[in-house]
Protein backbone atom coordinates (compact mmCIF):
# COMPACT_ATOMS: atom_id res chain seq x y z
CA UNK A 1 0.00 0.00 0.00
CA UNK A 2 1.01 3.43 -0.89
CA UNK A 3 1.48 6.07 2.00
CA UNK A 4 -0.29 8.54 1.75
CA UNK A 5 0.03 12.52 2.35
CA UNK A 6 -1.24 14.91 4.60
CA UNK A 7 -1.13 18.34 2.90
CA UNK A 8 -1.12 21.98 3.58
CA UNK A 9 -2.43 24.33 1.72
CA UNK A 10 -0.51 28.54 1.84
CA UNK A 11 -1.72 31.38 -0.10
CA UNK A 12 0.65 34.01 -0.88
CA UNK A 13 -0.30 37.73 -1.53
CA UNK A 14 2.06 40.40 -1.60
CA UNK A 15 4.00 37.78 -0.38
CA UNK A 16 2.10 37.57 2.88
CA UNK A 17 0.07 34.52 4.13
CA UNK A 18 -3.58 34.90 3.50
CA UNK A 19 -6.29 33.12 4.20
CA UNK A 20 -8.13 31.64 1.31
CA UNK A 21 -7.97 31.73 -2.43
CA UNK A 22 -10.67 34.64 -1.93
CA UNK A 23 -10.17 35.96 1.23
CA UNK A 24 -6.95 38.09 1.19
CA UNK A 25 -7.06 38.55 5.12
CA UNK A 26 -3.34 38.54 6.18
CA UNK A 27 -2.60 35.44 8.93
CA UNK A 28 0.39 33.87 10.20
CA UNK A 29 3.27 35.26 9.02
CA UNK A 30 4.46 32.91 6.61
CA UNK A 31 7.94 31.24 7.80
CA UNK A 32 6.88 30.63 11.27
CA UNK A 33 3.62 28.95 9.18
CA UNK A 34 5.50 26.53 7.12
CA UNK A 35 7.93 25.75 9.79
CA UNK A 36 4.90 24.76 12.30
CA UNK A 37 4.24 22.48 9.47
CA UNK A 38 7.61 21.22 8.56
CA UNK A 39 7.67 20.03 12.22
CA UNK A 40 4.27 19.12 13.07
CA UNK A 41 3.64 16.19 10.93
CA UNK A 42 2.64 17.46 7.58
CA UNK A 43 3.99 15.70 4.71
CA UNK A 44 3.65 18.57 1.82
CA UNK A 45 2.65 21.86 1.58
CA UNK A 46 1.18 23.42 -1.68
CA UNK A 47 1.54 27.01 -2.00
CA UNK A 48 -0.89 28.99 -4.39
CA UNK A 49 0.60 32.37 -5.77
CA UNK A 50 -2.24 34.63 -5.72
CA UNK A 51 -0.51 37.46 -7.46
CA UNK A 52 -1.87 39.81 -10.51
CA UNK A 53 1.47 41.31 -11.70
CA UNK A 54 4.76 40.47 -12.99
CA UNK A 55 6.23 42.56 -9.83
CA UNK A 56 3.65 40.86 -7.17
CA UNK A 57 4.90 37.26 -8.83
CA UNK A 58 8.66 38.12 -8.20
CA UNK A 59 8.31 38.57 -4.79
CA UNK A 60 5.77 35.76 -4.56
CA UNK A 61 8.57 33.58 -5.35
CA UNK A 62 11.34 34.92 -4.05
CA UNK A 63 9.00 34.67 -0.61
CA UNK A 64 8.64 30.60 -1.58
CA UNK A 65 12.85 30.38 -2.62
CA UNK A 66 13.16 31.36 1.23
CA UNK A 67 10.44 28.89 2.02
CA UNK A 68 12.18 26.38 0.92
CA UNK A 69 15.46 26.90 2.37
CA UNK A 70 14.44 26.87 5.78
CA UNK A 71 11.70 23.47 5.86
CA UNK A 72 12.62 20.21 4.83
CA UNK A 73 9.19 18.64 3.69
CA UNK A 74 8.18 18.65 0.25
CA UNK A 75 6.67 21.78 -1.66
CA UNK A 76 5.14 22.61 -4.85
CA UNK A 77 3.67 25.66 -6.01
CA UNK A 78 0.78 27.11 -8.55
CA UNK A 79 -0.34 30.33 -9.50
CA UNK A 80 -0.27 33.33 -12.39
CA UNK A 81 2.03 30.69 -14.50
CA UNK A 82 1.53 31.83 -18.09
CA UNK A 83 4.95 30.06 -19.64
CA UNK A 84 8.03 27.49 -19.36
CA UNK A 85 10.19 30.58 -17.79
CA UNK A 86 7.58 30.64 -14.87
CA UNK A 87 7.90 27.00 -14.32
CA UNK A 88 11.55 27.14 -14.02
CA UNK A 89 11.72 29.53 -11.69
CA UNK A 90 9.58 28.10 -9.11
CA UNK A 91 11.85 24.63 -10.00
CA UNK A 92 14.76 27.21 -9.32
CA UNK A 93 13.09 28.19 -6.13
CA UNK A 94 13.28 24.71 -4.58
CA UNK A 95 9.72 23.43 -5.74
CA UNK A 96 9.73 19.79 -5.35
CA UNK A 97 6.83 20.41 -8.46
CA UNK A 98 4.84 22.83 -9.57
CA UNK A 99 0.91 23.26 -10.58
CA UNK A 100 -0.63 23.69 -13.57
CA UNK A 101 -4.67 25.76 -13.47
CA UNK A 102 -6.55 23.53 -15.64
CA UNK A 103 -9.08 26.05 -16.34
CA UNK A 104 -6.06 28.00 -18.44
CA UNK A 105 -6.79 26.73 -21.99
CA UNK A 106 -2.64 27.14 -22.58
CA UNK A 107 -1.79 24.46 -19.21
CA UNK A 108 -2.12 21.61 -21.70
CA UNK A 109 0.63 23.15 -23.99
CA UNK A 110 2.72 24.46 -21.39
CA UNK A 111 2.71 21.14 -19.11
CA UNK A 112 3.96 18.97 -22.17
CA UNK A 113 6.45 21.47 -22.81
CA UNK A 114 7.26 21.25 -19.21
CA UNK A 115 7.12 17.65 -19.18
CA UNK A 116 9.29 17.37 -21.56
CA UNK A 117 12.26 20.09 -20.20
CA UNK A 118 12.18 18.57 -16.63
CA UNK A 119 9.88 15.49 -16.55
CA UNK A 120 6.89 14.42 -15.67
CA UNK A 121 7.04 13.85 -12.47
CA UNK A 122 7.71 17.59 -11.43
CA UNK A 123 4.37 18.74 -13.16
CA UNK A 124 0.55 18.85 -11.50
CA UNK A 125 -2.34 20.33 -12.59
CA UNK A 126 -5.33 21.64 -10.19
CA UNK A 127 -9.02 20.94 -11.68
CA UNK A 128 -12.48 22.20 -9.71
CA UNK A 129 -14.43 20.25 -12.33
CA UNK A 130 -14.55 16.73 -14.51
CA UNK A 131 -14.25 18.84 -18.04
CA UNK A 132 -10.57 18.97 -18.26
CA UNK A 133 -10.14 15.29 -17.20
CA UNK A 134 -12.92 14.22 -19.87
CA UNK A 135 -11.48 16.46 -22.55
CA UNK A 136 -7.32 15.11 -22.26
CA UNK A 137 -8.37 11.53 -21.10
CA UNK A 138 -5.92 10.13 -23.72
CA UNK A 139 -2.78 12.39 -22.99
CA UNK A 140 -3.44 13.35 -19.28
CA UNK A 141 -1.30 10.21 -17.46
CA UNK A 142 2.04 11.09 -19.97
CA UNK A 143 1.84 14.37 -19.10
CA UNK A 144 0.92 15.46 -15.62
CA UNK A 145 2.48 13.31 -12.11
CA UNK A 146 -0.56 14.19 -9.99
CA UNK A 147 -3.81 15.92 -9.87
CA UNK A 148 -4.74 18.56 -7.22
CA UNK A 149 -8.93 17.88 -6.88
CA UNK A 150 -10.42 21.36 -5.73
CA UNK A 151 -13.64 19.94 -5.33
CA UNK A 152 -14.49 16.53 -3.79
CA UNK A 153 -18.03 15.93 -5.80
CA UNK A 154 -15.76 15.52 -8.65
CA UNK A 155 -13.82 11.81 -7.56
CA UNK A 156 -16.06 9.62 -8.79
CA UNK A 157 -16.11 10.93 -11.87
CA UNK A 158 -13.00 11.45 -12.00
CA UNK A 159 -11.94 8.16 -11.14
CA UNK A 160 -14.30 6.72 -13.98
CA UNK A 161 -12.12 8.62 -16.56
CA UNK A 162 -8.80 8.06 -15.51
CA UNK A 163 -6.03 6.00 -13.18
CA UNK A 164 -3.90 8.87 -12.18
CA UNK A 165 -3.29 9.78 -8.56
CA UNK A 166 -4.41 12.31 -7.13
CA UNK A 167 -4.47 14.85 -3.80
CA UNK A 168 -8.61 16.35 -2.80
CA UNK A 169 -8.93 18.98 -1.27
CA UNK A 170 -11.66 18.39 1.62
CA UNK A 171 -14.44 21.25 2.82
CA UNK A 172 -14.52 20.05 6.16
CA UNK A 173 -13.29 17.34 8.71
CA UNK A 174 -15.15 14.10 8.75
CA UNK A 175 -13.13 11.59 9.82
CA UNK A 176 -15.06 8.47 8.48
CA UNK A 177 -15.17 10.30 5.13
CA UNK A 178 -11.20 10.89 5.24
CA UNK A 179 -10.91 7.05 6.36
CA UNK A 180 -12.68 6.05 3.29
CA UNK A 181 -11.52 8.06 0.72
CA UNK A 182 -7.62 7.03 1.94
CA UNK A 183 -8.63 3.70 1.67
CA UNK A 184 -9.24 4.30 -2.34
CA UNK A 185 -6.09 3.04 -4.76
CA UNK A 186 -5.71 6.54 -6.68
CA UNK A 187 -5.74 9.14 -3.92
CA UNK A 188 -2.36 10.15 -2.80
CA UNK A 189 -3.16 12.21 -0.31
CA UNK A 190 -5.92 15.13 1.56
CA UNK A 191 -5.82 18.81 1.78
CA UNK A 192 -8.21 21.51 3.24
CA UNK A 193 -8.78 24.43 5.86
CA UNK A 194 -8.84 21.74 8.62
CA UNK A 195 -5.48 20.70 8.01
CA UNK A 196 -4.40 24.05 7.35
CA UNK A 197 -5.76 25.18 11.23
CA UNK A 198 -2.16 25.37 12.84
CA UNK A 199 -4.56 24.15 15.97
CA UNK A 200 -4.74 20.59 14.56
CA UNK A 201 -3.07 17.73 16.08
CA UNK A 202 -1.62 15.94 13.02
CA UNK A 203 0.30 13.65 14.85
CA UNK A 204 -2.40 12.37 16.31
CA UNK A 205 -4.55 12.29 13.28
CA UNK A 206 -2.49 10.28 11.27
CA UNK A 207 -1.47 8.10 14.24
CA UNK A 208 -5.56 7.30 13.77
CA UNK A 209 -5.53 6.63 10.27
CA UNK A 210 -2.72 4.56 10.77
CA UNK A 211 -4.90 2.40 13.28
CA UNK A 212 -7.45 2.06 10.72
CA UNK A 213 -5.28 0.07 8.43
CA UNK A 214 -3.88 2.88 6.09
CA UNK A 215 -0.23 3.43 5.63
CA UNK A 216 1.24 6.79 6.39
CA UNK A 217 4.42 8.31 7.27
CA UNK A 218 4.31 8.64 11.00
CA UNK A 219 6.61 7.31 13.74
CA UNK A 220 7.05 3.63 13.67
CA UNK A 221 9.74 2.63 16.29
CA UNK A 222 12.44 0.36 15.89
CA UNK A 223 12.84 -0.46 19.62
CA UNK A 224 9.96 -0.30 22.26
CA UNK A 225 10.25 0.60 25.88
CA UNK A 226 10.88 -2.94 27.08
CA UNK A 227 13.85 -2.99 25.00
CA UNK A 228 15.52 -0.56 27.32
CA UNK A 229 17.33 -0.33 30.26
CA UNK A 230 15.53 1.13 33.18
CA UNK A 231 17.31 3.30 35.73
CA UNK A 232 16.60 2.69 39.81
CA UNK A 233 13.52 5.15 39.16
CA UNK A 234 12.21 2.67 36.24
CA UNK A 235 13.13 5.84 33.92
CA UNK A 236 15.53 6.54 31.13
CA UNK A 237 17.74 9.80 30.83
CA UNK A 238 17.10 11.68 27.26
CA UNK A 239 19.65 14.27 25.96
CA UNK A 240 17.94 16.69 23.93
CA UNK A 241 19.87 18.14 20.77
CA UNK A 242 18.78 20.74 17.91
CA UNK A 243 18.61 18.46 15.04
CA UNK A 244 20.07 21.37 12.59
CA UNK A 245 23.15 22.51 14.56
CA UNK A 246 23.67 19.64 17.48
CA UNK A 247 23.28 22.18 20.16
CA UNK A 248 22.86 20.22 23.28
CA UNK A 249 19.74 21.83 24.70
CA UNK A 250 18.57 20.00 27.99
CA UNK A 251 18.66 16.35 29.67
CA UNK A 252 14.86 15.68 30.91
CA UNK A 253 13.53 11.37 31.80
CA UNK A 254 10.94 9.57 30.37
CA UNK A 255 8.92 6.97 31.87
CA UNK A 256 7.22 4.16 29.44
CA UNK A 257 3.90 7.10 29.17
CA UNK A 258 6.52 9.29 27.96
CA UNK A 259 8.16 7.21 25.38
CA UNK A 260 4.90 6.26 24.03
CA UNK A 261 3.37 9.83 24.30
CA UNK A 262 6.16 11.21 22.33
CA UNK A 263 6.14 8.38 19.86
CA UNK A 264 2.62 9.02 19.26
CA UNK A 265 2.09 12.83 18.96
CA UNK A 266 5.73 13.86 17.62
CA UNK A 267 6.42 15.87 20.37
CA UNK A 268 9.20 15.44 23.48
CA UNK A 269 6.90 14.57 26.53
CA UNK A 270 8.61 13.91 29.69
CA UNK A 271 7.84 13.02 33.38
CA UNK A 272 8.84 15.30 35.94
CA UNK A 273 10.43 13.81 38.85
CA UNK A 274 10.04 17.17 41.03
CA UNK A 275 5.91 17.09 40.03
CA UNK A 276 5.79 13.69 39.30
CA UNK A 277 3.59 14.15 36.60
CA UNK A 278 3.80 13.60 32.59
CA UNK A 279 4.83 17.13 30.56
CA UNK A 280 4.98 17.78 27.20
CA UNK A 281 7.65 20.47 26.97
CA UNK A 282 5.98 23.78 25.77
CA UNK A 283 2.40 23.12 26.25
CA UNK A 284 2.28 26.09 28.66
CA UNK A 285 5.19 27.74 27.00
CA UNK A 286 4.86 27.48 23.73
CA UNK A 287 8.45 26.38 23.29
CA UNK A 288 7.80 23.04 21.98
CA UNK A 289 10.18 20.14 20.70
CA UNK A 290 8.94 18.75 17.61
CA UNK A 291 10.52 15.26 16.91
CA UNK A 292 12.92 14.77 14.13
CA UNK A 293 14.86 11.35 15.87
CA UNK A 294 14.64 9.01 18.65
CA UNK A 295 17.88 7.24 19.18
CA UNK A 296 18.91 4.77 21.76
CA UNK A 297 22.68 4.28 23.21
CA UNK A 298 25.17 1.63 22.60
CA UNK A 299 23.84 0.42 26.67
CA UNK A 300 20.15 1.06 25.80
CA UNK A 301 19.53 3.21 28.91
CA UNK A 302 20.28 6.54 27.62
CA UNK A 303 17.97 8.23 24.74
CA UNK A 304 19.49 10.58 22.05
CA UNK A 305 16.26 12.93 20.96
CA UNK A 306 17.22 15.52 17.86
CA UNK A 307 14.13 18.13 17.91
CA UNK A 308 13.30 21.40 16.17
CA UNK A 309 13.08 24.12 19.15
CA UNK A 310 10.71 26.36 19.31
CA UNK A 311 11.95 29.23 21.37
CA UNK A 312 14.10 28.14 24.47
CA UNK A 313 15.29 24.99 25.96
CA UNK A 314 15.76 26.32 29.14
CA UNK A 315 13.17 27.37 31.78
CA UNK A 316 15.59 30.45 32.56
CA UNK A 317 14.93 31.80 28.84
CA UNK A 318 18.27 30.74 27.87
CA UNK A 319 18.10 28.61 24.31
CA UNK A 320 20.11 26.15 26.12
CA UNK A 321 20.27 24.35 29.66
CA UNK A 322 24.12 24.69 29.24
CA UNK A 323 25.23 27.87 29.73
CA UNK A 324 27.25 27.90 33.11
CA UNK A 325 30.66 27.87 32.14
CA UNK A 326 33.16 25.28 34.49
CA UNK A 327 36.17 25.10 32.29
CA UNK A 328 37.31 26.16 28.32
CA UNK A 329 40.15 25.45 26.46
CA UNK A 330 40.40 27.10 23.05
CA UNK A 331 40.29 24.71 19.95
CA UNK A 332 40.47 25.03 16.37
CA UNK A 333 36.61 24.38 14.89
CA UNK A 334 37.39 21.22 11.98
CA UNK A 335 33.86 20.33 11.71
CA UNK A 336 33.45 21.20 7.69
CA UNK A 337 30.38 23.49 7.59
CA UNK A 338 31.18 25.24 10.85
CA UNK A 339 33.92 25.95 8.98
CA UNK A 340 32.70 27.45 5.35
CA UNK A 341 29.99 29.36 7.63
CA UNK A 342 32.25 31.15 9.61
CA UNK A 343 34.56 32.06 6.72
CA UNK A 344 31.23 32.68 5.20
CA UNK A 345 30.74 35.20 7.88
CA UNK A 346 33.97 36.89 8.12
CA UNK A 347 33.82 37.67 4.34
CA UNK A 348 30.20 39.07 4.91
CA UNK A 349 31.18 40.89 7.65
CA UNK A 350 34.08 42.48 5.23
CA UNK A 351 31.51 43.14 3.16
CA UNK A 352 29.24 45.57 5.49
CA UNK A 353 32.15 46.71 7.35
CA UNK A 354 35.61 47.34 4.87
CA UNK A 355 38.81 46.97 6.18
CA UNK A 356 41.92 48.24 4.49
CA UNK A 357 44.12 46.41 2.88
CA UNK A 358 42.03 43.48 2.93
CA UNK A 359 41.87 41.24 -0.40
CA UNK A 360 38.39 40.23 -0.05
CA UNK A 361 38.02 43.97 0.22
CA UNK A 362 39.72 44.58 -2.58
CA UNK A 363 37.48 42.14 -4.98
CA UNK A 364 34.34 43.61 -3.80
CA UNK A 365 35.65 46.87 -4.49
CA UNK A 366 36.98 46.36 -8.20
CA UNK A 367 33.13 44.17 -8.82
CA UNK A 368 31.71 41.71 -10.34
CA UNK A 369 33.75 41.06 -13.24
CA UNK A 370 36.94 40.81 -10.83
CA UNK A 371 35.47 38.07 -8.66
CA UNK A 372 34.29 35.96 -11.81
CA UNK A 373 37.99 36.48 -13.28
CA UNK A 374 39.72 35.49 -9.55
CA UNK A 375 37.16 32.09 -9.49
CA UNK A 376 38.27 31.27 -13.15
CA UNK A 377 41.78 31.68 -12.27
CA UNK A 378 41.48 29.39 -8.99
CA UNK A 379 40.34 26.90 -10.99
CA UNK A 380 42.13 26.62 -13.77
CA UNK A 381 44.90 26.43 -10.61
CA UNK A 382 42.83 23.44 -9.65
CA UNK A 383 43.60 21.73 -12.84
CA UNK A 384 47.05 22.44 -12.67
CA UNK A 385 47.47 21.00 -9.57
CA UNK A 386 46.12 17.91 -10.25
CA UNK A 387 48.39 16.84 -12.41
CA UNK A 388 50.82 17.02 -9.46
CA UNK A 389 51.21 13.41 -8.09
CA UNK A 390 51.47 15.08 -4.51
CA UNK A 391 47.90 16.54 -2.53
CA UNK A 392 49.21 19.04 -0.77
CA UNK A 393 48.96 21.99 -3.39
CA UNK A 394 45.92 20.39 -4.68
CA UNK A 395 44.83 21.08 -1.18
CA UNK A 396 45.91 24.97 -1.00
CA UNK A 397 44.37 25.71 -4.55
CA UNK A 398 40.82 24.08 -3.93
CA UNK A 399 41.06 26.42 -0.50
CA UNK A 400 41.64 29.16 -2.63
CA UNK A 401 38.66 28.07 -5.10
CA UNK A 402 36.36 27.77 -2.22
CA UNK A 403 37.57 31.49 -0.66
CA UNK A 404 36.68 32.90 -3.62
CA UNK A 405 33.61 31.03 -4.52
CA UNK A 406 32.48 32.67 -0.85
CA UNK A 407 33.27 36.03 -2.28
CA UNK A 408 31.03 35.40 -5.36
CA UNK A 409 28.28 34.15 -3.02
CA UNK A 410 28.09 36.89 -0.38
CA UNK A 411 28.07 39.07 -3.46
CA UNK A 412 25.02 37.44 -5.02
CA UNK A 413 23.53 36.97 -1.69
CA UNK A 414 24.00 33.32 -1.68
CA UNK A 415 23.87 31.20 1.61
CA UNK A 416 25.82 27.60 2.66
CA UNK A 417 22.05 26.62 3.41
CA UNK A 418 20.96 27.14 0.14
CA UNK A 419 23.92 25.41 -1.14
CA UNK A 420 23.14 22.46 1.52
CA UNK A 421 19.72 22.36 0.62
CA UNK A 422 20.69 22.13 -3.57
CA UNK A 423 22.69 19.14 -2.76
CA UNK A 424 20.52 17.67 -0.73
CA UNK A 425 17.81 17.43 -3.17
CA UNK A 426 20.15 15.64 -6.08
Wanted: proline letters at 2%; hydrophobic letters at 40%; aromatic letters at 8%.
Amino acid sequence: METKNIVATVYLKNGKAVRSMTDFTEIEDVYELVQLYNDSGIDKIVIFDLSTNDDEHELNIHTIKNINRNIEIKVCAGGNINRLEDVKKLLYAGCLQVILNASKPSSVGLAKEASERFGKDRILVSISNVDFIFKNQETLEDTFHEVLVLDEESLDAIENLTNIPYVVNLKKFEYQQIVTLLKREHIRGIAGPFINDTQMDIMKLKSTLSEEGIKMDNFAPDLKWSDLKLNSDGMVPVIVQDYRTDEVLMLAYMDEEAFNTTINIGKMTYYSRSRQELWTKGLTSGHIQYVKSLTADCDFDTILAKVSQVGAACHTGNRSCFFNSIVKKEYVEKNPLKVLESVYDVIKERKENPKDGSYTNHMFAMGMNEILLGLGKEATEIILAAKDPESEELKFQISDFLYNCMILMVEKGVTWDEIANELAQR
